[in-house]
């Protein structure tokens, strides 16, 4: 699923488990588009979802545990609630969708809390 080349083969020491195909680049547009302006901690967010998913098997993972991941990850800087700030419409899926990755099952859930 992951491996650490970018799109033009070379590892990229700030993103060593990016999909295949990801680009740094691509997912600033994505974030741009979706109202965001990438900072460090934006980039450390999506760094911390490729490396958990390419550690987890992806069908295994659930929203719960991505999130307790998260929540410990980012614990010294407030955990979830900065994690909030980041990405107000909800870390975990525009997280992922910056990260190249499929959100788990019920992270986009409307009706269990996730923001729209």
């Known amino acids: 699923m992951t491996d650490s080349r970018g799109s033009d083969g070379a590892t990229s020491p700030d993103f060593p488990y990016a999909p295949t195909g990801w680009t740094r680049d691509s997912a600033a547009n994505s974030a741009i ?3 965001l302006i990438p900072l ?3 980039w450390a967010m999506v760094s911390a979802l ?3 998913f390419s550690r987890h098997d992806a069908p295994s993972i659930n929203s719960r545990g991505l999130h307790d991941a998260l929540e410990e990850r980012f614990h010294s800087r407030g955990g979830m609630k900065y994690l ?3 990405f107000p419409g909800g870390p975990i899926t525009q997280g992922c969708l910056l990260a190249g990755i499929e959100p788990p099952a019920g992270s986009s859930d409307a009706g269990f809390g996730s923001v729209q």
Do not use: V
Request: hydrophobic content about 40%.
């Open 50 to 52: 490729q490396e958990f």
């Open 33 to 35: 588009a979706a109202g």
């Open 84 to 86: 909030y700030s980041l």
């Open 40 to 42: 460090a901690d934006h």
